[in-house]
Antibody, heavy 120, light 107 residues
């Protein structure tokens, strides 16, 4: 079964850090470009950033609101995607989803999401 | 960045109705347009990619059309399980951007 499972969410104070993980199974993770997408409570979907496959250079790209604070990485040996979030702000409060980011099929597979709450 | 707009922002419809949602991009994106369905407290689900191609397992009552800047999602006969919020998304370039969503609820 094709699956993405996020973990690592929780409550953190403004200025704090958190690392999210996304475990992949059922497909060739190492070949996949992956993205993170977030959704603030009651709001729409917002793309956070993307990492290419190592074959395609492994480079990252970020949305302006998180650039310089968030870092996406991957461990293909563990079929796991990461999102390191530093200098968190209250406006980063959201459900964070990982998703495959395919050239043709777009965001094909989604995880169930993990909630991040930034509050004092 | 490419801005995505959707209309209407919400609509009320009955089971069996034909429903059409419109999405517009601020610049041409060829056919790099996807549609997602999201139910409350659930992750989005991919319905359509490349403007008109159905993802595997998606019922044929869903269809998409358009290219360039103007796109539509049509549900030919609304079913009870289709009441949800629908988002369009461009993947012509980064940053990937989504429309604000269209909520479809029961009349």
């Amino acid at each position: 079964e094709v699956q993405l499972v996020e973990s690592g969410g929780g409550l953190v104070k403004p200025g704090g850090s958190l690392r999210l993980s996304c475990a992949a199974s059922g497909f060739t993770f190492s070949n996949a470009w992956m993205s993170w997408v977030r959704q603030a409570p009651g709001k729409g979907l917002e793309w956070v950033g993307r990492i290419k496959s190592k074959t395609d250079g492994g480079t990252t790209d970020y949305a302006a609101p998180v650039k310089g604070r968030f870092t996406i990485s991957r461990d293909d040996s563990k079929n796991t995607l990461y999102l390191q979030m530093n200098s968190l702000k209250t406006e980063d409060t959201a459900v964070y989803y990982c998703t495959t980011d395919l050239e043709i099929r777009a965001f094909d597979i989604w995880g169930q999401g993990t909630m991040v709450t930034v509050s004092s | 960045d490419i801005q995505m707009t959707q209309s209407p922002s919400s609509l009320s419809a009955s089971v069996g109705d034909r429903v059409t949602i419109t999405c517009r991009a601020s610049q041409g994106i060829s056919s790099w347009l996807a549609w997602y369905q999201q139910k409350p407290e659930k992750a989005p689900k991919s319905l359509i990619y490349a403007a008109s191609s159905l993802q595997s397992g998606v019922p044929s009552r869903f269809s998409g059309s358009g290219s360039g800047t103007d796109f539509t999602l049509t549900i030919s006969s609304l079913q009870p399980e289709d009441f949800a919020t629908y988002y369009c998304q461009q993947y012509n370039s980064y940053p990937r951007t989504f429309g604000p969503g269209t909520k479809v609820d029961i009349k």
